[in-house]
């Protein structure tokens, strides 16, 4: 199996920015950075595949960048003018298929790191 583990978040302003880390035991086809708020269900945000096809929700593009080190095996998210209704915990996720934002198509699950927005 793969193991994932996040590391970035934190508490930044509004308008500020932060970049999130993914660690990799192993590469996949596709990987993702997923996001909840309380109360809410799981966000896709971005995916990015080995074909380098890159998918963005809405609310991010512009703002957010995925991208990943193969060799490192590390996945990334760099977050920029960020706002209060960014505020989630972020988990990253891996696919062993061709996989966009839906979150039932990942198979691999890290257990997140905490990203605050305050105003």
């Known amino acids: 199996q793969v193991q994932l583990v996040e590391s970035g978040g934190g508490s930044v302003q509004s308008g500020g920015s932060l970049r999130l880390s993914c660690a990799a035991s192993a590469n996949t086809f596709t990987m993702g950075w997923f996001r909840q708020a309380p109360g809410k269900e799981r966000e896709g945000v971005a995916s990015l595949d080995n074909f380098s096809r890159t998918t963005y929700a809405d609310s991010v593009k512009g703002r957010f960048t995925i991208s990943r080190d193969n060799a490192k095996k590390t996945l990334y998210l760099q977050m920029n003018s960020l706002k209060p209704e960014d505020t989630a915990m972020y988990y990253c996720?891996?696919?062993?298929?061709?996989?966009?934002?839906?979150?039932?198509?990942?198979?691999?699950w890290g257990q997140g790191t905490q990203v605050t927005v305050s105003s």
């Open positions: 996720a891996a696919s062993r298929v061709m996989a966009t934002l839906a979150p039932q198509m990942y198979h691999y």
